[in-house]
């Protein structure tokens, strides 16, 4: 008989409790991938546990923590549709793994240090009765700072704009099953950029909604902040989106300079919130 410490897996499917699509109540997955998210992650699961939309699988894929990750993924055995510990290749070759695994007609991306606001799927599923064709959904995220800093971040899905950044949340965004069907899979050759990528591949032929409210807490850090990142998403840009090398380059330029003085604009925001109880920022 396994102990506890042994057992790598589990959820509800794994004792045959299975959801599945109704006409009116689309199956929704939640996808987190995790590696020593002990101290986020119990309000991450809370935080899908507390939606009020009633057809929600979420899946937890964790990548070999050594922390007590296993252990509060035990404690939610009977409330988490499928977990598994096992190695994986990153977040993007976890996230594959669980869209193999996945029944939703709609699957979202949730980062185990990020929080869904309450009714978030809800207003999801109401925008995709609003817009039938859509195969991607998107909304607001708040970014916090550990300093209070926070500024609000998305815009609406547009080509040619998003062929020159991101200007979507893709965090807690809502993706159409047949999405994959039609562009594949994550190309987990990169590090932190392969969600950009892979709306780039639909190039102007994305049918997209959006809602102009915030439906996510992002907290600050991730392999997507740094400049690497930048670089990455300057490779998909040309690889998939077709954007001509130079323009490209220089846009990777500017934002590079960007970030470089993102210290001073946290500095800022640290004041702006120390005196009047908020940050600022721009939707960028």
């Not at 709609?106 to 207003?123: H, K, Q």
């Amino acid at each position: 008989m396994q102990t506890d410490h042994e057992i790598k897996s589990g959820g509800m499917r794994t004792r045959g409790v299975l959801r599945q699509s109704t006409l009116y109540c689309p199956l929704v997955t939640v996808v987190t991938a995790v590696f020593n998210g002990e101290p986020y992650l119990e309000g991450c699961l809370e935080s899908v546990l507390r939606q009020d939309y009633p057809n929600i699988e979420h899946i937890v894929l964790d990548g070999g923590s050594s922390d007590r990750t296993l252990d509060i993924l035990r404690r939610y055995d009977n409330r988490i549709a499928l977990w598994r510990s096992e190695p994986d290749k990153g977040v993007y070759d976890a996230w594959n793994k669980a869209l193999a695994e996945a029944s939703g007609e709609w699957i979202c991306f949730l980062g185990v240090d990020d929080e869904l606001l309450p009714g978030a799927v809800s207003a999801y599923l109401a925008l995709a009765a609003k817009h039938p064709e859509a195969e991607y959904l998107s909304s607001r995220v708040r970014w916090v700072h550990d300093s209070g800093y926070e500024r609000t971040n998305g815009r609406p899905w547009a080509w040619p704009e998003f062929s020159r950044w991101m200007c979507v949340a893709h965090v807690g965004s809502m993706h159409r099953r047949t999405l994959y069907e039609r562009l594949g899979d994550y190309d987990t050759s990169y590090r932190s950029a392969a969600d950009y990528e892979f709306l780039l591949r639909a190039r102007g032929k994305l049918n997209a909604a959006y809602m102009p409210i915030t439906t996510v807490v992002m907290r600050a850090g991730g392999v997507s902040d740094d400049t690497s990142a930048l670089a990455e998403a300057t490779r998909a840009k040309i690889r998939a989106g077709g954007r001509n090398k130079t323009l490209a380059y220089l846009e990777f330029c500017i934002a590079k300079a960007t970030f470089m003085i993102r210290p001073l604009r946290l500095f800022v925001g640290r004041i702006t919130t120390f005196r009047f109880g908020r940050g600022i920022g721009g939707s960028r």
